[in-house]
């Protein structure tokens, strides 16, 4: 088989019509050509074969179809574990922020800006790299950017352990940020072997890995950091990194990809692994492969163009609205704890110089608070996945945003109970999370093959600048007055609630180009 075939060119195969997956036919008419529209944007014309024209033969297949085929199995157990241990290493590494700020302050007496400064740093990496990685998968595919991923955030992870000051630190956490910012990719090669009809509650279920990796940090913390302080956990941290590393071996490179690059021979072969695995018969025939699997493919400016505009700007500021709002309750959570007291209470409380028997470090039962907090992203993922089918993606995330301010406005009660609190804060950061969950299923099914790790990519890093920026709010403002941190929150989550509303593609039951 060639790794390329045009349907309806010289080679004379009787074809009928067939209408692909998700997209519908304005003409019964045959193309002759196997080039596609002008008029089509660059994501479209690279995705363009003869099954999205309309004119697929009785002996071919797509990618797509045979995806949908071979349903879920055991394959897609095995993707599940590989791609969830990236997600539980990265959590742990993000969640590592809010502990890591107060230890720092008691160890080395960092002011407020100093550690926001820290977790911006962080951030800043994150948000520099992802379209870069987002661009690196398109390319060369996710299997390669993940796996080069891995070894360096778990080589810089390791390094953060022995940093031996402050200006160690903000680099070598820099640098973990910047490696950051290709798991994403691991929704996107994920999404790229789920079959449409199962596509939103596995990836919202893949969120379970993040929850369990925050609360295993949470946990460890709980162990290690009354013996060997900080620089134990940060080492520690980094086990789940290496043995991710270590699986790749076993990870797939996704077909699509294969596909749209031409590698006709490598997808098919991945997808007779599939059926082998799931216990499936192969579909029969041959693979339509991309007949323009050479033109450029990555680009950032690809995103922009008529058809995508609308949605990409509001996808960036729904990513960086969700981030901003998730990583600041990660962040007031320990500000909230470590400070005792009245809530309307915690201002002007300068700790410029603060010693380090009165810097508030972190006890036990502040852990064990900030566990139950981290628990919330399990009832938040179970939510996500009751409504996301229901009420579609966008309605989804328009829902949860609105819960959220409903949640964080009774952080305006001047309340000293530790319970109360704790409650609140469950509510906020489950129903916050359930948002980022949706918005991962939502962002790959709205791309094509072509353009879709640049655009998960590209949205990760503007969720990076909403991360990047909340620390300040979090850390900073929070010390001056909860109240107008809180407001700060509720207003942009109100505006993110209409920003989905408002996207013009709704991907519930969509298929995958």
């Not at 529209?37 to 990618?63: C, H, K, N, R, Y």
């Amino acid at each position: 088989m060639t790794k390329r075939q045009r349907v309806g060119s010289d080679g004379g195969d009787a074809a009928t019509e067939k209408e692909s997956p998700g997209s519908s036919l304005n003409s019964a008419s045959s193309s002759t050509s196997g080039s596609p529209p002008s008029s089509l944007d660059p994501g479209q014309q690279i995705e363009m074969s003869a099954a999205v024209s309309g004119v697929v033969p009785d002996d071919t297949f797509t990618v797509d179809q045979a995806v949908n085929a071979l349903g879920f199995g055991k394959f897609q157990v095995k993707l599940s574990l590989i791609t969830g241990l990236c997600w539980m290493a990265d959590s742990m590494e993000m969640m590592i922020l809010s502990i890591l700020s107060p230890a720092l302050h008691c160890s080395w007496h960092l002011s407020e800006w100093k550690q926001a400064s820290l977790t911006t740093a962080v951030f800043l990496g994150m948000m520099l790299s992802s379209a870069f990685w987002g661009n690196v998968s398109d390319k060369y595919g996710r299997k390669r950017s993940l796996r080069l991923a891995g070894i360096l955030l778990a080589y810089w992870g390791l390094l953060s352990a022995f940093a031996p000051n402050y200006i160690w630190m903000i680099l070598l956490r820099g640098l973990v940020g910047f490696a950051i910012g290709c798991v994403p990719q691991s929704v996107t090669l994920y999404a790229e072997f789920l079959p449409a009809h199962q596509r939103g509650k596995c990836v919202v279920l893949l969120d379970s890995f993040w929850a369990l990796g925050a609360c295993l940090e949470v946990g460890l913390a709980l162990m290690v950091m009354p013996t060997l302080g900080w620089p134990g956990l940060l080492a520690l941290s980094t086990i789940p990194l290496f043995l991710f590393v270590f699986v790749c071996n076993w990870l797939p490179e996704s077909a699509r990809f294969d596909a749209a690059s031409g590698e006709s021979d490598k997808a098919l072969a991945t997808l007779h692994k599939i059926a082998e695995e799931n216990g499936k018969p192969m579909l029969l025939g041959r693979l339509i492969v991309d007949d323009v699997a050479q033109m450029q493919r990555g680009r950032v400016k690809d995103l922009l163009v008529r058809d995508l505009k609308c949605t990409t700007l509001l996808l960036w500021f729904i990513w960086s609205s969700c981030a901003f709002c998730y990583y600041g309750l990660v962040l007031m959570t320990t500000e909230l704890f470590e400070a005792k007291g009245n809530l309307c209470e915690i201002k002007g409380t300068q700790r410029e110089n603060t010693c380090t028997a009165d810097c508030g470090v972190l006890d036990a039962q502040d852990y064990t608070d900030l566990l139950w907090t981290t628990f919330a992203e399990f009832p938040g993922i179970f939510f996500t996945i009751l409504i996301i089918e229901k009420l579609g993606r966008k309605k989804t995330m328009a829902l949860e945003f609105v819960i959220f301010v409903v949640s964080i406005i009774f952080l305006f009660i001047c309340t000293s109970s530790r319970g109360w609190l704790t409650f609140i804060l469950f509510v906020a950061r489950g129903i916050i999370s359930g948002v980022f969950q949706a918005a991962y299923v939502y962002t790959p099914e709205v791309y094509p093959t072509s353009l879709r790790a640049i655009g998960v990519g590209t949205c990760s890093g503007f969720a990076r600048f909403g991360a990047m920026i909340t620390p300040v709010v979090a850390q900073v403002l929070t010390r001056t007055s909860v109240h107008l941190a809180t407001a700060i929150y509720g207003i942009v989550a109100v505006l993110s609630a209409a920003a989905a509303l408002m996207l013009p593609i709704e991907t519930r039951g969509r298929s995958m180009t």
